[in-house]
């Protein structure tokens, strides 16, 4: 079976410092591949979309940046971090076959920055 | 574009009464329509999807969803609400490319009344 791991679960930084939010999909192979954010009171914002190894869509100018070295691995990441990019952060795969697979959700990564 | 518009952001029922969230889409085709639920700081579940077929679907926990191509609409219902259903839920949209991203509503948060 599928499953998705996201880490860490939280992660308080400072303003100014890097950071670097990782998830890996196992069970499955060339998955869509999703970053989100979740604001209070802002739902679920997609911040970066991916359908390949390399293939990286921005959604929304920001602070962050997003990778995808193996085909399974979706890294989240900024050089310096600012109080705004504080939230909580999700990743999910789905499938793409383009028949109605829905998004599967890790835990999520809840980013304080101080 | 797609989007997902869900007008309602905090609703609040007594626990055995109905329940109905709102949800309407933008979309230029049929889209792919879900429906998740999150408890307090966990990744989202999926409690149905529809992308073609009886328009009106059954998920799990007792939800069920009606697909209304005139209105764009997807409404969530449930007939009898049990203090467990009190979490926040998440309308979504996606087209019908292998490529195609996952676009979420802001969410509604459901609370039960004793």
């Known amino acids: 079976s599928q499953t998705i791991h996201q880490w860490p679960a939280t992660l308080v930084q400072p303003v100014g410092s890097p950071l670097s939010l990782e998830c890996t999909v196992e069970?499955?192979?060339?998955?869509?591949l999703y970053w989100y954010r979740q604001a209070a009171g802002r739902g679920l914002q997609l911040l970066f979309y991916?359908?390949?190894?390399?293939?990286i869509s921005s959604e929304v100018p920001q602070n962050l940046s997003a990778s995808r070295p193996q085909d399974r691995q979706f890294i989240l990441s900024s050089k310096k971090l600012l109080l705004s990019d504080s939230g909580f952060y999700l990743c999910?795969?789905?499938?793409?076959?383009?028949?109605?697979?829905?998004?599967?959700f890790g835990q999520g990564t809840r980013l304080t920055v101080v | 574009a797609q989007s997902v518009t869900q007008p309602d952001i905090h609703i609040t029922v007594s626990e055995g009464a109905s329940l109905e969230l709102r949800c309407n889409y933008s979309?230029?085709?049929?889209?792919?329509l879900f429906w998740y639920v999150q408890s307090p700081g966990q990744g989202l579940q999926l409690l149905l999807k529809?992308?073609?077929?009886?328009?009106l679907v059954q998920g799990i926990k007792g939800f069920e969803a009606e697909f209304k191509r005139s209105q764009s609409s997807f409404n969530l219902r449930k007939p009898s609400v049990h203090w467990s259903d009190a979490a926040e839920y998440f309308c979504?949209?996606?087209?019908?490319?292998?490529?195609?991203?996952?676009?979420f509503g802001s969410g509604t948060r459901l609370s039960i009344r004793p």
């Open positions: 999910a795969w789905s499938g793409s076959r383009g028949v109605g697979d829905e998004a599967f």
């Open positions: 069970g499955t192979s060339n998955p869509n």
């Open positions: 991916s359908v390949g190894i390399g293939q």
């Open positions: 979309y230029g085709a049929t889209p792919y």
């Open positions: 529809y992308f073609s077929g009886d328009t």
């Open positions: 979504a949209v996606a087209g019908y490319s292998s490529a195609s991203k996952i676009i």
